[in-house]
């Protein structure tokens, strides 16, 4: 029972870095695991990373690890994906997710596992 709106999007070259933002309106944002899922073309959507409703538990896919950084800005209602050393395989159109969580488990990796999401926001990696 969220909207989610991303931005931040744009084109990149390889080693830049970007912000990308999801405002959350709706419900109750502290109660939402918020994740960051990503789709390039003629593939599926795949999990980037999640935070926890406290925004103390965090995420992150083997190809992000290290390089991508997922926070909760609980003050703007925000969820940010900084993304550092970004690489031409980073090309997608970037989603973020929301799903209530009453028991506090935040360990959501499948897209499946979210029914709030965003319109996405394309992101080009050019080398």
Request: charged share 15%; hydrophobic share 35%.
């Amino acid at each position: 029972q969220v909207q989610l709106v991303e931005s931040g999007g744009g084109q990149m070259q390889a080693g830049d870095s970007l912000s990308l933002s999801c405002a959350v309106s709706g419900r109750t944002f502290g109660n939402y695991v918020m994740g960051w899922f990503r789709q390039a073309p003629e593939k599926d959507r795949e999990f980037v990373a999640v935070i926890s409703w406290s925004g103390n538990n965090t995420y992150y896919a083997d190809s992000v690890k290290g390089r991508f950084t997922i926070s909760r800005v609980n003050a703007k209602n925000t969820v940010c994906l900084q993304m550092n050393g970004l690489k031409p395989e980073d090309t997608a159109v970037y989603y973020c997710a929301a799903e209530r969580s009453y028991s506090g488990n935040y360990y959501y990796t499948l897209a499946e596992d979210f029914r709030s999401w965003g319109q996405g926001t394309q992101v080009f990696v050019s080398s």
